[in-house]
Nanobody, 121 residues
Framework: VQLVEAGGGLVEAGGSLRLSCAASGDTASSYYMAWFRQAPGKEREEVAAIESDGSTSSAESVKGRFTISRDNAKNTLYLQMNSLQPEDTAMYYC????????????????WGQGTQVTVSS
């Protein structure tokens, strides 16, 4: 599966962005999919995930602010980000795994190229 992210940009603190991840070559809903982010000098962290059955999870740092969703008809993954803060500044990646429950980033075999999100204070 090939993944292409879009929707990043520069936003003021408190603002919102919606990231999208278009999948091609296979059906995204058959994969465990997630959004990761990586800030300069920091490790890549999983932000939110959605299982093939539609169950979702998110990191404590974004709970209540970020929402992951999937449009099966468009074969596209989304990340709605509200109440953005400067600490959310990072490169955001979508990723797909064939594992039932991936436990690390290494379990994700497919990655997009990333989209930059910058939040100004």
């Amino acid at each position: 599966v090939q993944l292409v992210e879009a929707g990043g940009g520069l936003v003021e603190a408190g603002g919102s962005l919606r990231l999208s991840c278009a999948a091609s070559g296979d059906t995204a809903s058959s994969y465990y999919m997630a959004w990761f982010r990586q800030a300069p000098g920091k490790e890549r962290e999983e932000v939110a995930a959605i299982e093939s059955d539609g169950s979702t999870s998110s990191a404590e740092s974004v709970k209540g602010r970020f929402t992951i969703s999937r449009d099966n008809a468009k074969n596209t993954l989304y990340l709605q980000m509200n109440s953005l803060q400067p600490e959310d500044t990072a490169m955001y990646y979508c990723a797909a795994s064939t594992r039932f429950i991936p436990t690390t980033a290494a379990d994700f075999a497919y990655w997009g190229q990333g989209t930059q999100v910058t939040v100004s204070s």
